[in-house]
């Protein structure tokens, strides 16, 4: 259908379109609050040699990679529960990575999970927000504003990590800074739900 301008902008007011949207910015966030300055903080606590750490991002790849058939596959059956997995498991991973960052094996475990898990969750958090905003009547814009606010997670991800490092928390910080913003995504997630069953419930005793 010939997409309505006015009807597209009016999503943005939506409050579930919204919810979906912040799952968005603080999902992929978390990981990249961590990511971002994953060489000092391999190099200056894991000891890793400084060349080491082209492979690491190697390793990093793969877990995204992993992730994304992991999201890709199970966004359509399952997509609530999927997020809960993957962004609670996310958190975890990142809360761990803080405690055991000098470890180089465990280092490298984290890196490899904190990708799967953070990139487990696009594909639904996409299929989310264009359910959300084709129940408004404005499946196009809202998907397309989606994309960009992915970006904005990535950016507001970058400078949570050089906040809490500037700050003179050390170069493991960033770990549970990235996990506190995990945990906000999986609450908006809950939130989405709770709004849809008590909407659901209304209307049951409505038709009753």
Known sequence: ERPQIKKEFAAFANVRVLLAMGITVFGPAAFFTSITYIAPMMVEIAKFDPASVTWLMV??????????????????????????????????????????????????????????????????????????????GAPTLASAVNIGLFNLGNAIGAWVGGFVISAGLGYAAPNWAGALLSVIALLLALASVAMDRRDGASSVLQTA
């Open 59 to 136: 390793v990093f790849g793969l877990g995204l990679f992993l992730g994304n058939i992991l999201g890709g596959r199970y966004a359509d059956k399952a997509l609530m529960p999927l997020l809960y997995l993957t962004l609670g498991a996310q958190a975890i991973v990142l809360l761990i990575f803080s405690q055991t960052a000098h470890s180089q094996i465990m280092s490298v475990a984290c890196i490899l999970l904190m990708a799967g898990f953070g990139f487990a969750t696009v594909s639904p958090i996409q299929k989310l927000v264009m359910d959300k905003a084709r129940a408004a």
